[in-house]
């Protein structure tokens, strides 16, 4: 990794510590929500009981699983929030934010 790639990481990285959880969760479930219409539409156009259609319905389920994740923690967030969240519960958050990441950027 160069110097220009070194630099952008570590700054990406700074600037996230300041950007709301809150805000980042649900753009993230808007974006899988997107997606899952993107899904849906096509599993209009698929032949039925084609293999295709079983790995559309496999992968939209998977998909409203996360949306379900993505609501949880952002009804945590909420709670949290106006409870005052606690420097432990932020820590909890971000692994948490991590951890989803790394599933999005499998997810692709």
């Given amino acids: 990794m160069g110097v220009g790639g070194w ?5 990406d990285r700074f600037l996230s510590r300041f950007e709301d959880p809150l805000e ?3 753009l993230a479930r808007r974006r899988q929500l997107d997606l899952l ?4 539409h096509r ?9 295709e ?4 319905l496999k992968a939209k389920g998977d998909l409203q699983g996360r949306i379900s994740e993505f609501q949880g923690i952002i009804a945590r967030l909420k709670a949290s929030q106006s409870a ?3 420097a432990s519960a932020a820590d ?6 991590q951890r989803l990441a790394e599933d999005a950027r499998r997810w692709g």
């Fill in 7 to 11: 630099l952008r990481k570590s700054t």
């Fill in 24 to 26: 980042q969760f649900e």
């Fill in 37 to 40: 219409g993107d899904l849906e």
């Fill in 43 to 51: 599993l209009l156009l698929v032949q039925p009981g084609s293999d």
């Fill in 53 to 56: 259609e079983a790995n559309l």
């Fill in 84 to 86: 005052g969240a606690s």
């Fill in 92 to 97: 909890r958050l971000e692994e948490e934010m």
